[in-house]
């Protein structure tokens, strides 16, 4: 989930900045808004060189607001523009960003389009409605230019795109979920007190990019339960139902579904509401207990009990920039689906096995670190272990194996919840 803040964006200012560095056109410099910590990790691949870089087209990643330094979806999706860029030793008159502030997406859209920008690498959904209002406004200038659209995390027909200009990149978070889930179970079954092998999660709205981190999560937790003969290795559910309304924005509802769920005193929380996770981890009533990241590691920004942080479930939106544009450079259909320009529009769902969603490393320090390790190297084993009906289960609207379709996904949690929860 992403943070909202505010930031001030003009085309004078946009204009002024590209201005020098479209007189760049070879050397491989760097540009100058390279961060200066990477957080996203891409994995270069060697089918991505390319022989002729002179007719490359023109690329940009547009933000979805707030910092570009945002060590989230801004600064990954840039990293993965960076890296396609610094592999092929293209000059700065070949890519860029823009940046938006609060709500003034026009501006940046304008911006590439006067550029010449080509590819326009959208990260996160608050894009959506914006590039749909855009797009309906200048579908004359913007299918005269033959801009391709990359939507992260959100989908173009939702946008109303015309058919070949865009392909849709989503992530397959119920498998990190599961992951996190199942390390989570095995970490917590350690403990003596029956109090310390308990867990929740909670999230800001009642959709699948949300829920599909809750769900995931559950079932990693239900599978380890299922596997299980001793019931002092099981871990509990603290609560029945998942609230799923405490909304994206620091304000008196989510403070009061973050100390509803710890007053239930679980060891371990999920939570999948943005800034929900560092308002929770700040807090005095945080302080003994664990947390699981969403999104990008958020121990990165983490104002305090950093160490407390057993992991993130990532998705890995430099992975998908990266492999997506490598495939329109080289017209790799493995990499951009069934995409064609003018013709087809493209939407890709990827996971673990493609490298587009993950864990984190542990942040959690002294004795407990090397148990932390040993319980996320299990569970990537463990995932990668599912057989093909474990992981339709897992992908699906079941909440066990053998059970019926549960369509509405609160209901499905908590019958999820019920089976965790159940001792024989």
């Known amino acids: 989930m992403k943070k909202f803040a505010k930031l001030f964006l003009t085309l004078g200012v946009v204009s002024s900045a590209i201005a020098p560095l479209t007189m760049v056109a070879c050397g491989d410099p760097k540009h100058p808004k390279s961060p200066t910590e990477w957080v996203a990790d891409v994995k270069e691949n060697s089918k991505f060189k390319l022989e002729n870089t002179q007719s490359v087209p023109k690329m940009a990643v547009i933000t979805d607001g707030g910092d570009l330094n945002d060590k989230s979806f801004n600064q990954s999706a840039w990293e993965g523009l960076l890296k396609i860029a610094n592999q092929n030793k293209l000059g700065l008159d070949k890519y860029d960003i823009f940046e938006v502030a609060g709500s003034d997406f026009s501006a940046a859209y304008n911006a590439a389009l006067a550029g010449g920008y080509k590819y326009w690498v959208l990260p996160g959904f608050m894009h959506q409605a914006a590039i749909k209002d855009f797009y309906a406004k200048n579908k004359t200038a913007m299918e005269k230019a033959g801009v391709t659209l990359i939507a992260l995390d959100f989908d173009l027909k939702g946008a109303d795109i015309p058919e070949g200009r865009g392909i849709s990149l989503n992530f397959k978070t119920k498998e990190g979920g599961f992951m996190a889930g199942y390390a989570a179970a095995k970490f917590l079954s350690s403990n003596t007190n029956e109090k310390d092998r308990t867990a929740s999660t909670f999230g800001g709205g009642d959709f699948p990019g949300v829920t599909d981190f809750n769900e995931g999560f559950l079932k990693g937790i239900q599978q380890w339960n299922s596997e299980q003969t001793d019931s002092s290795k099981k871990i509990k559910i603290t609560d029945e139902v ?66 407390r942080f057993f992991t993130s479930i990532l998705k890995r939106i430099g992975q998908a920039v990266y492999d997506t544009l490598g495939g329109l450079l080289t017209n790799d259909k493995s990499f951009i689906g069934n995409y064609e320009e003018g013709k087809t529009n493209s939407s890709l769902v990827k996971g673990v096995k493609d490298g587009w969603v993950g864990l984190t490393d542990t942040h959690i320090t002294g004795d407990k670190q090397k148990e932390a390790e040993d319980a996320l190297n299990t569970a990537k084993a463990k995932f990668n272990g599912l057989n093909e009906e474990q992981l339709k289960w897992l992908l699906g609207n079941k909440a066990t194996q053998s059970g019926a379709e549960i369509e509405k996904v609160v209901d499905r949690l908590k019958e999820i919840i019920k089976e965790i929860n159940k001792r024989n």
């Open 242 to 307: 998942i609230a799923l309304d405490s909304g994206f924005a620091p304000n008196d509802k989510m403070n009061s579904v973050i100390n509803a769920v710890l007053a239930k005193n679980p060891k371990l929380v999920l939570p999948v509401a943005g800034p929900a996770t560092n308002i929770m981890t700040s807090k005095e009533e945080f302080n003994t207990k664990y947390a699981i990241g969403v999104d990008s590691d958020q121990a990165l920004t983490a104002p305090k009990n950093k160490e």
